[in-house]
């Protein structure tokens, strides 16, 4: 099999084409390949100087970055999407505190019902864990309620089975039902400026590249 | 008055598909809209009723290409073939019902070409020219036609948005009063930046409004206004779907021209090679001579004169519809409206006579008085008369969602597209400093232009569609990797003019300055009030997990005390420590910056899972921080930081220096349950990590030579300090004579743990009473053992003689050692024992174990007295030694004050430690650890 995508990839196919033509998820060719680039690599770098000016690759579309980064995105009144990737730093962080090997290490996926709270960690309405398989970057949120908040943690588990969070998405809507509510009272607090800020879920916020300096 | 309001709306959209090599495929796109949609459809404004208007919206990528005179040139060509095509048909065919309908195809395709050079080929001016008639309102859609709610930064919505606007201002002469959002996509906050925008109106499926909160008083009879103000016209899906509905909707007939048929693929390859592409592909030439007939594959001619009774039938059934459904629906006020928006495509396009039932309905309408109206006419009439609702997200797609542009086939796209947002407000960070290199501004702009095409919501549509999806993909693709080269090319500073005239060239699109807005006044605060001083002050980034006003150990008055005497000696120090509740996440604390924060699971019920969730958001921040301030090393402070110093140093590539001021073996003595096990292991992987070593003893180097096997020159010794202002007595009340002050008095401090040796003093207190000795101990301080000591002083009945003082403040600690003849610390295990150079510092003869690094402070009979550990007999020597030794006592307690005041300060050890900052980068390694 890996013969197959080696040719597809000296051909210039992305993953993302060699998957589908391959009829394989992405994850398993990326899998494949990043097993068969190590192999290539020599063991003993000593022996083979890197050579110098060597014709630097064009840059090309990755499956993903390599940066701490959970989205979790709108979608129907009963599902939403999530896709996330880690930084080399956090997964260090994960290895290093649970002295375990991070392809060794459980990914679980863990959801927040948060409608109308200020979330610190532990005071959602509700939650449930999704135990993923390996490999995975994004998942489909299927039969969620509508018309609630949710926040999603990409996270593990200890040894003992508690939920350990490794990153935190942004907090996303379901839709709610037609004909759901007849009344409401945040907008009314709103059309007289008894507040200032919406108290509702606006999908965009200001990033700020420096958002932790003050 | 009026029954009711019917409200037209078409939105004309093409991807930016402009290629400067000619002949692409795609190209095409614009060519068949041209001919088969936009020039139609200015036959219709030209010919229909003074009286009514409608609303017309052309995309920002659309406009820009049918403003492109490479496009222009190229279409006239292409017309100029057609006709070519035409007349070698007209010779060719023998067949009457064909050659009519070749005649008809001649004489439109001859108004076509008369119509587009009558403008100049200037269709939009043409338009512009019917808008200032009043016979249709011309309004606009974002820069690329993006899926906003999946937009991920308010400033890539702004930058959609408003440069949408501005395009149209370029070609209109004036700002759109209506917006189209694409796919009818609403989202909450998108409205926000219409408001902002000077957008009064926008269009939303009627869902959007019966999902609304509270549902609006008049359901879909009415628009509503958005919270921030932008009024919602909704799509009406009953009178919709007469037209849009593939299976029963009017362009279905059997008697309209079929779109599938079309002479390229009739004809010999010999024939026809020189009016399809270049390369033999055969591709639409436009020449369709056949009707739908019916499910069949043997298609009859197309008859003129039937499509034309048919559209006057569906012009009739479409007006009675509105009709019913206004009178059905009949509402007291605002009048009922019905808004039908539809791909203006539909009409020419996809249903090849669509212009012309426009045109019959506007006639139909007039006879049956069913009014017209614009979306901007009904606001000026009815713009009081509108609920206020908070719709939720939706489009008019597949069940209202956003299924059709995220699912399993395009989800992967939007990962890349908000990477691309993030990368370009960091971009503009870095910009707003680096004022007037217009080179690197180009760049940006361009990335700007290359994440706008990426984003178009196209791509994700024709790759769930599957048509084209080859195109889709690669175009998709090829912007966010010309995006990224782009970014390299800044950050290598290889940029030149040369590469991006290139890319400029290549996708002449929205040619206007975009990058600024990425721009954000956080950013541009941070920027111009950090500057990067090229001075000589080391920038540590000190890590510890507490600082006061958290206060569980000595490590938090260590680390506050060596932070301010390293900033005042000039060091710059930036301490990353837990949060606590009411005090601030980031304050400037004597010099020193102090950041708070708070994992993402602040309660962890396991200590040691709270210490890794605290971990993670500690890097987390130092790596952020390290975004502006380029730290020289990092100090942390026991295992506690342990993974997050180990992390930081691996991704910022500085040294690490830990400072180790107790270990889980030495408080234990040993190592016996399975968490002091793991952090055993911390600890090794902490010091392991380093590239340098403090402790505050030779004994607590010799504990980490033996117990963890480290080499000797790693570590450094340097005495924890003291600040003698912390522990002098302020009151000016002469000291209270008071029960205590004529027994000796002996003053000990600590938490009341097995550790540091209180129950020892109870033992000692009971031998001196038997002696009749008149002593008072006095032991200051709570912890688990309390209740043990105190049930033991009343069982052997030495209240006169011991007193438990529990917890006291700094201000009565001090009052204590103030009224004290001495201080007493006969602890077991001390890695260094703080306290007891504070009795020191108080001017007060100072007793200690003769163990850990208390035996290194004191030099016995010199400057205090040492005990056996763990020997009450020892205890009771050094009271007898007291007793009897009084003026030697106080000259002993003086050179402890100044041993203590002078070695011991805080300037000495601070000059030290700012010594190591610098030495470190010398002997320092990329080691960060392994996993035991």
Known sequence: MIEDIVKLKEKGLTLQEIAQRMNMSLGKVQYRWNKYRQQQTPSKPELTPPPKEVQQDKWSMPYEYAEANVCLMPRTPDSLYVYWSFSESIMQMAEQHFRTEWGELPVVLKIYDVTDIHFYGHNAHRTFEIDLPPMTNNWFLQSLEPGRTFIADIGTRTFDGSFFTLLRSNPAETSPDPYSSFHDEKIERWKHEDVKEPEWLENFSTYSYYQKIR | ?932
């Open chain 2, 1 to 932: 008055m009026s029954n009711g309001y019917f409200s037209l709306v078409l939105h004309a959209h093409l991807p930016y598909v402009r290629h400067n090599e000619a002949n692409r495929l795609e190209e095409r796109w614009v060519f068949e809209a041209l001919t088969e949609t936009y020039i139609p459809l200015l036959w219709v404004l030209d010919e229909q009723p003074e009286s009514l208007s409608w609303t017309l919206s052309f995309s920002p990528p659309l406009l820009e290409l049918l403003n492109d005179p490479v496009i222009q040139k190229r279409y006239l060509e292409h017309l100029d073939l057609t006709l070519k095509l035409i007349q070698k048909e007209k010779k060719h065919s023998a067949e009457p019902d064909e050659q009519t309908v070749i005649q008809f195809y001649e004489e439109r395709f001859k108004k076509i070409m008369q119509t587009y050079q009558e403008h100049d080929c200037q269709i939009i001016k043409a338009y512009k020219g019917y808008m200032d008639q009043g016979k249709v309102d011309c309004i606009t859609s974002s820069a690329t036609h993006a899926f906003l709610p999946y937009i991920q930064t308010e400033q890539a919505l702004r930058a959609q948005i408003i440069s949408g606007v501005q395009t149209f201002e370029k070609y209109f002469g004036e700002k759109p009063t209506g917006f189209w959002l694409p796919e009818c996509a609403y989202s909450p906050g998108v409205d926000k930046i219409l408001a902002e925008a000077g957008i009064r109106y926008t269009f939303v499926d009627e869902e959007t409004l019966l999902r609304s909160k509270p549902v609006p008083s008049k359901g879909i009879g009415a628009p509503v206004y958005s919270p921030h103000g932008v009024a919602l016209f909704s799509r009406n899906q009953c009178i919709s779907e007469t037209i849009w509905n593939s299976s029963v909707g009017y362009p279905g007939d059997y008697d309209y021209r079929e779109f599938y048929r079309d002479v390229a693929y009739e004809r010999d390859f010999e024939y026809i090679k020189s009016f399809i592409h270049p390369e033999g592909i055969r591709i639409d030439t436009g020449l369709k001579y056949w009707r739908i007939t019916g499910e069949t594959e043997n298609k009859d001619w197309y008859k003129r004169e039937w499509a034309i009774n048919k559209l006057q039938l569906h012009s009739d059934d479409f007006s009675h519809r509105i009709k019913e459904y206004l009178h059905t629906n009949k509402q007291s006020y605002p009048p009922q409206l019905v808004t039908a928006p539809f791909d203006a495509e539909l009409f020419g396009h996809w249903w090849f006579e669509g212009p012309e039932f426009l045109l019959k309905t506007m006639e139909v309408s007039l006879e049956q008085n069913i009014n017209w109206i614009t979306p901007q006419e009904f606001l000026h009439r009815h713009y009081r008369d509108l609920d206020t609702v908070r719709p939720c997200f939706s489009t008019w797609g597949r069940n209202q969602t956003g299924e059709v542009w995220l699912n399993e086939s395009n989800a992967w796209m939007y990962r890349h597209l908000h990477h691309c947002e993030r990368k370009l407000v960091q971009l503009a960070a870095h910009l707003s400093k680096a004022k007037g290199n217009i080179i690197v501004e180009r760049y940006a702009n361009q990335m700007v232009r290359e994440w706008m095409l990426a984003a178009s919501s196209d791509w994700a549509f024709i790759v769930e569609g599957n048509s084209a999806a080859q195109y889709a993909k690669e175009r998709f693709q090829q912007h966010i990797e010309r995006f990224h080269t782009l970014n390299e090319s800044i950050y290598n500073e290889t940029y030149h003019p040369d590469e991006i005239s290139d890319y400029e060239n290549e996708y002449p699109f929205l040619m206007t300055d975009l990058w600024h807005f990425f721009q954000n006044p956080h950013d541009q605060y941070v920027e111009s009030n950090y500057q990067t001083k090229k001075d000589h002050r080391k920038k540590i980034l000190m890590l510890s997990w507490e600082f006061p006003p958290m206060v569980v150990g000595g490590l938090a008055r260590h680390v506050y005390d060596l932070s301010r005497k390293l900033v005042e000696q000039g060091s710059e120090v930036y301490v990353i420590t837990s949060s606590v509740d009411g005090y601030p996440e980031h304050e400037v604390n004597n010099g020193v910056h102090v950041y708070r924060v708070a994992g993402k699971q602040p309660n962890f019920e396991s200590f040691f899972h709270w210490t890794g969730s605290l971990n993670i958001a500690m890097a987390e921040h130092a790596i952020s921080l390290a975004k502006k301030f380029d730290f020289d090393c990092i100090h942390a402070h026991d295992w506690l930081v342990s993974v997050s110093a180990l992390a930081i140093k691996k991704e910022l590539g500085i040294p690490l220096l830990t400072t180790i001021h107790a270990t889980e073996h030495g408080r234990n003595n040993g190592i016996t349950s399975p968490l002091q096990y793991e952090i055993n292991q911390k600890e090794w992987e902490l010091m392991d990590g380093s590239d340098r070593l403090i402790v505050c003893s030779k004994y607590m180097r010799t504990e980490l030579i033996n117990v963890f096997q480290i080499p000797e020159e790693k570590i450094t010794i340097l005495p924890n300090g003291i600040d003698p202002d912390q522990i002098a007595y302020q009151s000016n009340v002469t000291l209270q004579h008071d029960e205590y002050n004529n027994d000796l008095l002996l003053f000990s401090v600590g938490r009341l743990v097995k550790e540091k040796g209180f129950q020892t003093i109870v033992e000692a207190a009971e031998i001196l009473r038997k002696k009749g000795t008149r002593v008072k101990f006095v032991i200051a301080g709570k912890g688990p053992l309390f209740e043990e000591l105190n049930e033991k002083v009343r069982q052997k009945g030495l209240e006169q003689f011991v007193h438990l003082a529990g917890f006291v403040s700094d201000e009565e600690r001090n009052e204590w050692f103030a009224k004290a003849d001495a201080a007493l610390f006969p602890s077991h295990y001390e890695p260094f024992g703080i306290v007891a150079l504070e009795g020191m510092a108080a001017g007060k003869l100072t007793i200690v174990s003769d163990t850990g690094g208390l035996r290194e402070i004191i030099d016995h009979e010199q400057t205090g007295l040492k005990v056996y550990p763990n020997d009450p007999n020892s205890i009771v020597w050094a009271v007898e030694y007291i007793l009897s030794n009084r003026e030697r006592c106080k000259e002993i307690a003086q050179n402890g004050e100044k041993i203590a005041k002078t070695v011991f300060s805080w300037d000495s050890i601070a000059e030290k430690t700012a010594e190591l900052y610098v030495n470190i980068h010398k002997n320092k390694t990329s080691k960060v650890g392994g996993i035991v």
